[in-house]
Nanobody, 121 residues
Framework: QVQLVESGGGLVQAGDSLRLSCAAS????????MAWFRQAPGKEREFVAA????????LYRDSVKGRFTISRHNVKNTVNLQMNSLKPDDTAVYLC??????????????WGQGTQVTVSS
């Protein structure tokens, strides 16, 4: 069993930066692939980034490449998402996910409740 709690969201202006964190509790954290998804009101959930258990494999959706960086710190049981050059289109609830399989669809095993990111023009 894994519990995930996101933090770091907020209201920023376009061009600003935010760093989201996901704190995990439970055993064998390092064996889980971790991912970030986001969902805006009235829209379907979309993949943002994923990182394998050991951190050696990383995926991003095209629209965030070069702006967002996912990282994990297994000794601290955390995964982070550094978001730079934020755009209004990045506005969404950001959710942390954990699963046994490194993937970019939404079929992860555990989910956090999400943290709101709002980017104004």
């Amino acid at each position: 069993q894994v519990q995930l709690v996101e933090s770091g969201g907020g209201l920023v202006q376009a061009g600003d930066s935010l760093r989201l964190s996901c704190a995990a509790s439970g055993r064998t954290f390092s064996s889980y692939a971790m991912a970030w998804f986001r969902q805006a009101p009235g829209k379907e959930r979309e993949f943002v980034a994923a990182i394998s258990g050991g951190g050696g494999r990383i995926l991003y959706r095209d629209s965030v490449k070069g702006r967002f960086t996912i990282s994990r710190h297994n000794v601290k049981n955390t995964v982070n998402l550094q978001m730079n050059s934020l755009k209004p289109d990045d506005t969404a609830v950001y959710l942390c996910a954990a699963g046994a399989t490194f993937r970019r669809d939404a079929l992860y095993d555990y989910w956090g409740q999400g943290t709101q990111v709002t980017v104004s023009s």
